[in-house]
């Protein structure tokens, strides 16, 4: 049975950092693109950051870049969002997904997703 478990969500205040890790069992991540999402209260879910499966190749939303750093350890099979100079508009249940894929464009869909973790920023 694939999982994803995402953690180290919690509450922080505006400028402050936070990591969360997304750790996957039932699969290998070697072979996976993992994805970033996050989804805050009234709105659609937005995809934050993508790393391709080797880690060499992230690409990052507009509203994110210069901030948010995402990383894997495949030997850990483990990824890493690094979420720095927070915003209370970051606020969100953030989610890690994987798919079956070398790089992050060409493919249509996530075919697995974490439970989320929530982000809340907030002085």
């Known amino acids: 049975q694939v999982q994803l478990v995402e953690s180290g969500g919690g509450l922080v205040q505006p400028g402050g950092s936070l990591r969360l890790s997304c750790a996957a069992s039932?699969?290998?991540?070697?072979?996976?693109?993992i994805g970033w999402f996050r989804q805050a209260p009234g709105k659609e879910r937005e995809e934050v950051s993508c790393v391709s499966s080797s880690g060499g190749s992230t690409h990052y939303a507009d509203a994110v870049k210069g901030r948010f750093t995402t990383s894997r350890d495949n030997a850990r099979n483990t990824a890493y969002l690094q979420m720095n100079s927070l915003k209370p508009e970051d606020t969100a249940v953030y989610y890690c997904a994987a798919v079956r894929a070398y790089h992050c464009t060409g493919f249509e869909g996530y075919d697995y997703w974490g439970q989320g973790t929530q982000v809340t920023v907030s002085s």
């Open positions: 039932g699969l290998s991540l070697d072979h996976h693109v």
